[in-house]
């Protein structure tokens, strides 16, 4: 099956098989080095990236669903300037997540904050999804609150 999606701002048209993961096409089909290789598939969370702007778990998307879609991994995200806002967020509140799970934390944080969903209870919820115990739910809440106002004097700055 061809899919064209575009990957960390490039446009591709990839020959898949309709059910291989997204998971799999980022390691193995564009050789992607930002996603775990923690992740076989047992959802621990540590292969986030942005689908659309949302954050999901690329071993559950299978190739079929990403076509016609922007998914951007952390090699990708980690080169904006909204990647700074939360490595400032971490710096401020002396918290980082482990490396093992850094990038996952930090795209689902991106997620939150670019999708308004800043409440402890949707902070809370979206963290779940990454299984290391590196850090507690309320560093998470204190991280992404920091991120979100940092992101919004950046932005009271522009206007």
């Known amino acids: 099956m061809k899919v064209d ?3 960390d701002g490039k446009s591709l048209l990839l020959n898949l098989n309709s059910n291989k993961p997204l998971s799999l096409i980022l390691s193995e089909d564009i050789q992607n080095p930002a996603i775990s290789s923690h ?3 047992e959802l621990c969370g540590l292969c986030v990236v942005l689908m659309d702007g949302k954050a999901v ?11 016609g879609k ?3 991994t952390f090699d990708g995200y980690a080169k ?10 971490y710096e401020l509140m002396h918290i980082r997540p482990c490396p093992t799970c ?8 991106e997620s939150l904050l670019s999708n308004n969903m800043t409440s402890r209870e949707e902070i809370i919820r979206e963290m779940e999804c990454v299984k290391c115990h590196c850090l507690e739910y309320n560093d998470m809440v204190r991280i992404v609150q920091a991120a979100n ?3 919004r004097k950046r932005h009271a700055r522009r206007s």
């Open 80 to 89: 904006t300037k909204n990647a700074k806002d939360i490595e400032k967020a």
């Open 70 to 72: 922007s998914i951007i």
């Open 39 to 41: 992740c076989n598939g």
């Open 149 to 151: 106002e940092i992101r």
């Open 57 to 67: 778990l690329s071993c559950l998307v299978p190739a079929f669903e990403i076509r």
């Open 102 to 109: 850094y990038n996952a934390r930090t795209l689902l944080i």
């Open 5 to 7: 999606c575009i990957i």
